[in-house]
């Protein structure tokens, strides 16, 4: 294929496909703009994808533990889903906080066995 270069190519579009591509592009901004600024995912505000009982007291409202953002309330410890598998999760909230009693996945207990090897058992 050969271009002339005095006759540029141009795409040009009439006034109502203009406007289409216009409201269509402020459309798509504002839905992208709205998931990046959200400060959790629709499902997780919700409920909390992990749900951790301490044995003691919470010292740290906020912890960061097993690359997850913690908030913790008396011995309840809650976080949305986190980069590594659960039993991963619960390892390190267990070597931040200290011992587990119970963790929750998406509502669900993690069997005994796995709560064993969470809290280094």
Known sequence: MHFDKESPMTLSLNRSGRLTVFALAIAYTTMTFGFATSSAPLVAQNMPYYTATLAAPAEDDRPVAGGVAWTCRDTT???NRGPSRPLRICR???RE???ITAFKVEGEDIAEDRLARCNGN
């Open 92 to 94: 390190g909230l267990a």
């Open 77 to 79: 410890c809650v976080a």
């Open 97 to 99: 906080m200290g011992a």
